[in-house]
């Protein structure tokens, strides 16, 4: 088992950044990729980018190209999502998840944080 918990989200206004963390504990000597969803109310969870164990492939979604980053520590067991140049649009509940491939479907993925709430809003 893997437990993910993810920190970093807050009250940010349009425009401004923050970056998102995901820690890792339990079997964390399996290889897993990573990824990073959101959900805002009333929506379904989407992808948003996804890095694998190397680090050496990313995906993001067309919506957040340009401006999110995903990276990742596998010595501290840590997933990173910069967010640059927020919009209110972002405003969502932001899940971190584990799995065997960088996938941009919620089935794809094995683990999961219980999430950190994200508002962008002046």
């Known amino acids: 088992q893997v437990q993910l918990v993810e920190s970093g989200g807050g009250l940010v206004q349009p425009g401004g950044s923050l970056r998102l963390s995901c820690t890792a504990s339990?079997?964390?000597?399996?290889?897993?990729?990573m990824g990073w969803f959101r959900q805002a109310p009333g929506k379904e969870r989407e992808f948003i980018a996804g890095i694998s164990w190397s680090g050496t492939t990313t995906r993001y979604a067309d919506s957040v190209k340009g401006r999110f980053t995903i990276s990742r520590d596998n010595a501290k067991n840590t997933v990173y999502l910069q967010i640059n140049s927020l919009k209110p649009e972002d405003t969502a509940v932001y899940y971190c998840?584990?799995?065997?491939?960088?996938?941009?479907?919620?089935?794809?993925?094995?683990?999961w944080g219980q999430g950190t709430q994200v508002t962008v809003s002046s």
């Open positions: 998840a584990g799995g065997p491939l960088v996938g941009i479907r919620t089935s794809q993925y094995d683990y």
């Open positions: 339990g079997r964390t000597s399996s290889t897993y990729s």
